[in-house]
């Protein structure tokens, strides 16, 4: 196994913000390797230099002559070790894509992934969910702004892509031929047209956000006031990225509907094209 078979780029996150999707979108390109295991968390939890070796030999040893290696890590974006790690072993000329969220969402997604996975033993709040494991609180997950910095303070600009969730909602085929233009890559890629990892289906009840199935415990029910004081903590984060990196995303400040009215952006398109 040598370096030629190591990661040249990453999915370095964020969590629930379609990484699964774009992932498994990416791997079906024939220039585009990524690993079976979509999420090695190796430079987070098991980075060591003498099992650095292992790491490659456990995950790549699929690789032919694919021009992209990489894997799908998504708790990597928001883990100051992770980076550090990264930074020491892998190419300096690294590609990253890093897909983000409208906040909100993302912390609503992030405490229901938590409870409907049994992390929560009993009820708590959205506001007060600790943080699981080597993971963030529902809350924390959603800022993004100084783990951006971080990122640019390592690796110039150009070699980072920040993809968004809202076009991956609206426009699939949009979503991955960003990634695909951003890796030099040019093809059409098959799409499925069920969502990838889908989270839990949520509806209001009255001026309570709660899960059209109640699960096996108790039921999360997050009230308007709770999501409102949520919302709003993080309208500074979102005016400093925006100015960071000009994404557009001003509108992430228009409270969200949690409604299906449409239906879902994933089943629009079988395929998606580029080029």
Request: hydrophobic share 40%.
């Amino acid at each position: 196994m040598t370096d030629l078979s190591a990661p040249n780029f990453l999915v370095a996150g964020a969590q629930k913000a379609g990484t699964t999707y774009l992932c498994d979108k990416l791997s079906r390109h024939p220039d585009i390797f990524i690993t079976a295991q979509k999420e090695p968390l190796f430079f987070q939890r098991r980075f060591s230099k003498d099992g650095y070796g292992q790491y490659l030999s456990t995950h790549f040893s699929a690789v032919r002559n694919e021009t992209w290696i990489g894997e799908g890590s998504t708790t990597y974006f928001q883990a100051p070790l992770a980076l550090k790690n990264i930074a020491r072993v892998l190419s300096p000329d690294l590609k990253v894509i890093i897909c983000l969220r409208q906040p909100t969402e993302k912390a609503v997604s992030a405490y229901l992934h938590n409870w409907k996975r049994g992390r929560y033993p009993t009820p708590v709040s959205i506001l007060d969910a600790p943080a699981i494991a080597h993971g963030l609180a529902p809350r924390l997950s959603s800022l993004y702004y100084d783990h951006v910095c971080r990122w640019l303070s390592v690796f110039p600009r150009h070699q980072i892509e920040f993809l968004l969730f809202d076009k991956l909602r609206d426009d699939p085929a949009a979503f991955v031929s960003q990634a695909l233009d951003f890796l030099g890559v040019e093809g059409a890629v098959e799409a499925d047209r069920e969502p990838i990892n889908k989270g839990s289906d949520i509806v209001w009840d009255g001026d309570v956000l709660t899960v059209r199935k109640p699960g096996r415990t108790w039921r999360p029910i997050i009230r308007k006031a709770e999501l409102l004081q949520l919302h709003e903590s993080y309208f500074q984060d979102i005016d400093l990225l925006e100015g960071l990196l000009q994404l557009g995303i001003s509108h992430w400040k228009e409270f969200p509907t949690f409604t299906r009215a449409r239906r879902s952006a994933l089943d629009l398109l079988p395929i998606l094209r580029r080029r």
